[in-house]
């Protein structure tokens, strides 16, 4: 079974331009996540999806960042215009429910550098 | 709200010891706890997990936790360590219907 698949790996933009990441989650998993991981940190949850409806989204910068899930499966993570902070791994997680003791299964993250 | 404390940011040791992570957890109700480790460049990938059956929970390549309530407790062990431990280990926490609130995590080194 595939796993969950993050694109693209690595993301080189100038500051000011737009940057847009892209996850498919395991098949059948309705929960998918979006986290934020800074270089020696823990990842930190961005927005959190129970099928295509977003319940948690308190931690999302609405200001430049945006992000959707057509249809409950794919989603994007969108960020217009980038800065020089939002350099960092970008952690794309699915699971079947979000609850008591269901884990979450990450992709490979997308490592964006804004220069 | 729920969080975990890990209590090493580095931990060293020498190939073939004993590995102890500590971490320690706050939650208000029964929570779920995790062990995530991610290599360098790799994804993050679930060790073990407790969700209030046993208290002593084995995982994958010989890992184990063991959950104290007494003590808001989930450390990680290892009898013996070997090289491909190496890398960065993450104590994670859910509780009800919450997502999983990472630590900041403990970068394992094991010395040859």
């Known amino acids: 079974e595939a796993g969950v698949v993050q694109s693209p790996r690595y993301k080189i933009i100038e500051k000011k331009q737009p940057v847009a990441f892209w996850c498919n989650p395991i098949?059948?998993?309705?929960?998918l996540y979006w986290y934020l991981q800074n270089l020696g940190q823990g990842p930190e949850l961005l927005i959190r999806?129970?099928?295509?409806?977003?319940?948690?989204d308190s931690q999302l910068p609405k200001d430049r960042f945006s992000a959707e899930r057509l249809k409950g499966v794919d989603s994007t993570l969108k960020i217009q215009p980038a800065e020089l902070g939002d350099s960092a791994v970008y952690l794309c997680a699915s699971s079947l429910e979000t609850g008591t003791g269901y884990e979450a299964f990450f992709g490979q993250g997308t490592r964006l550098t804004v220069v | 709200a729920q969080s975990v404390t890990q209590l090493d940011s580095h931990v060293s040791v020498s190939e073939g010891t004993p590995v102890l992570l500590r971490c320690n957890y706050s939650?208000?109700?029964?929570?779920?706890l995790f062990w995530y480790v991610q290599h360098p460049n790799k994804g993050l990938q679930l060790l073990l997990k407790y969700t209030s059956a046993a208290t002593l929970v084995k995982g994958i390549n010989g890992f184990e936790a063991e959950f104290k309530k007494s003590e808001t407790s989930f450390h990680l062990t290892k009898p013996s360590a070997h090289m491909s431990d190496a890398a960065e280990y993450f104590c994670?926490?859910?509780?009800?219907?919450?997502?999983?609130?990472f630590g900041k995590g403990t970068r394992l080194s094991v010395i040859a």
């Open positions: 939650s208000s109700y029964s929570p779920s």
């Open positions: 999806y129970e099928n295509e409806e977003a319940v948690d």
């Open positions: 994670v926490v859910s509780e009800g219907n919450t997502p999983l609130v």
């Open positions: 098949s059948g998993h309705n929960t």
